[in-house]
């Protein structure tokens, strides 16, 4: 499957600095910025049209998140990751993950269940034309819509904060046609179980699906 590019948007002027945050995340997740990488402020700074000091204040929100190192006098890198802490952070998400579906089941309304629904039939059409970072970003936002859909959000902000950290890896480890057809059947299977709102089961098998890429990302850094 091929890998497309992401559509890099304009920066919007209100609430900058959250903004431009937003976007060298989007950077990051994708490998536009790779792990280790310097930040080179003027250059982001002239690409998104802004000064540096929006700028600055969204790199001080992404290290807090754990996506960026702050270098004493020499500005930040995109931090590197390495397989133990991507394994430790997949396992607290299994936990929220699971947490969240069982939420879910008992407080998503039917126009969030209908939401959902569209995200994974445009997914599937995704993955049907090869569209990689489509099909991850519509797995992201279904994943999200059912963290969404829990209500909690104590929850759901930690779980941005330790999804956006592992996205990238979860994007390059290697899936067998195997694993890609365990996921997909997953997914359908979590959408039915939502729809029918059994919470116990979801749990399950949304803690079994995040788990299970630990060993892909085993085998992706093997490969390295």
Not at 90 to 109: K, W
Not at 148 to 155: D, S
Not at 182 to 198: C, G, P, Q, T, Y
Request: glycine residues 6%; charged residues 25%.
């Amino acid at each position: 499957m091929n890998q497309t590019p992401p559509t890099i948007r304009p920066v919007r002027r209100s609430y900058l600095h959250d903004d431009v945050a937003r976007a060298i995340r989007g950077l990051i997740q994708s490998g536009e910025l790779r792990p280790g990488e310097r930040i080179h402020e003027v250059a982001l700074a002239d690409r998104f049209g802004i000064s540096r000091t929006p700028l600055r204040e969204a790199i001080k929100i992404l290290a807090t998140e754990g996506l960026l190192e702050l270098l004493p006098n020499r500005g930040a890198r995109v931090v590197v990751l390495i397989e133990a802490e991507i394994e430790e952070m997949l396992e607290v998400i299994a936990s929220l993950e699971a947490t969240a579906g069982e939420l879910a089941c008992a407080r998503i309304t039917p126009e969030a269940l209908d939401a959902i629904r569209t995200l994974h039939d445009t997914m599937m059409r995704a993955h049907a034309a090869g569209d990689v970072a489509g099909y991850f970003d519509l797995n992201r936002q279904i994943h999200e819509g059912i963290v969404a859909a829990a209500g909690n959000a104590t929850l759901s902000a930690v779980y941005a904060t330790l999804s956006g950290r592992v996205l990238r890896a979860r994007y390059l480890a290697h899936k067998t046609e195997a694993q890609w057809r365990s996921a997909i059947a997953e997914h359908e299977a979590m959408l039915d179980l939502l729809a029918r709102r059994d919470g116990p089961a979801l749990a399950a098998l949304a803690r079994a699906h995040v788990l299970s890429k630990k060993e892909e990302i085993a085998a992706t850094f093997a490969a390295r």
